[in-house]
């Protein structure tokens, strides 16, 4: 019962916005991604990394607010952050070092991406084997599971299995990346409603902040434990 007043008593525009600031930037981002007319190719680990930044604000207001052990916290005060922030960050690269090998590409469809794939390793005369969404490419140590998002109109090569070739996977990227630079497609209109769910968060947020800035500075000290 302690926990639960205590939760929601703490939920104030200040938790508010430091929830949903880095969510409502990634939104920003991937709606402008997706208004591209060209398709963009990132890499798994940068795309788990920016995952986990959009999420930060939701860490830093729950698990690392609600469990920070009091004995410490009264003892460092504000320098109780640094540390478990820093814990975040290690965590979390973790996760993206553990992660299988893994290529995103914003705006294009699963078959745009097998037509430019099969015409790019022809090209380069690479034996390789399809077996339905499977691609397997022997030279560069390479096999991968082709997955799509319909809605958000994105692809990602996933690795299948262990023994996974890195200097492959970088050779695959460095290629595909040269296919895509000449690729030209329409806008994908669900970037517009990223754009206008972020530009009204990041509104609201604005707003929040301005009507009451005495109470964000007060919620501010006692979550700095000044």
């Known amino acids: 019962m302690q926990f639960n007043v205590r939760f929601f008593g703490m939920i104030s525009t200040l938790h508010v916005a430091i929830a949903l600031g ?14 591209s ?18 999420l930060s604000g939701f860490i830093v207001i729950g698990p690392l607010d609600l469990f920070m052990p009091a004995a410490a916290a009264q003892r460092l005060g504000p320098w109780i952050w640094p540390p478990l922030v820093g814990l975040y ?24 991406l097998r037509t430019i794939l099969e ?10 084997a399809w077996a339905g969404e499977s691609l397997s490419i022997p030279l560069w140590g390479i096999e991968l599971h082709v997955a799509s998002f319909p809605v958000m109109r994105n692809v990602s090569l996933v690795a299948t299995g262990s023994a996974q070739d890195l200097h492959g996977w970088n050779h695959l990227r460095q290629q595909l990346q040269r296919e895509l630079a000449g690729v030209q497609l329409p806008p994908n209109p ?34 700095l434990r000044l």
């Open 37 to 54: 007319r060209r398709p963009v190719l990132t890499t798994g680990w940068r795309d788990l990394f920016a995952v986990g930044l959009a």
């Open 119 to 128: 015409g790019m390793l022809q090209r380069l005369g690479l034996e390789h």
């Open 89 to 112: 960050v290690l965590i979390l690269t973790l996760i993206v070092l553990v992660s299988r090998p893994r290529l995103v590409i914003y705006n294009l469809s699963p078959a745009e």
């Open 190 to 223: 669900i970037g517009m409603t990223l754009l206008a769910f972020s530009l009204v968060m990041l509104g609201t947020i604005v707003m929040r902040l301005l009507q009451n800035p005495s109470a964000i500075a007060r919620g501010l000290r006692e979550m």
């Open 22 to 35: 880095p969510l409502a930037v990634y939104m920003l981002v991937l709606g402008v991604l997706n208004l």
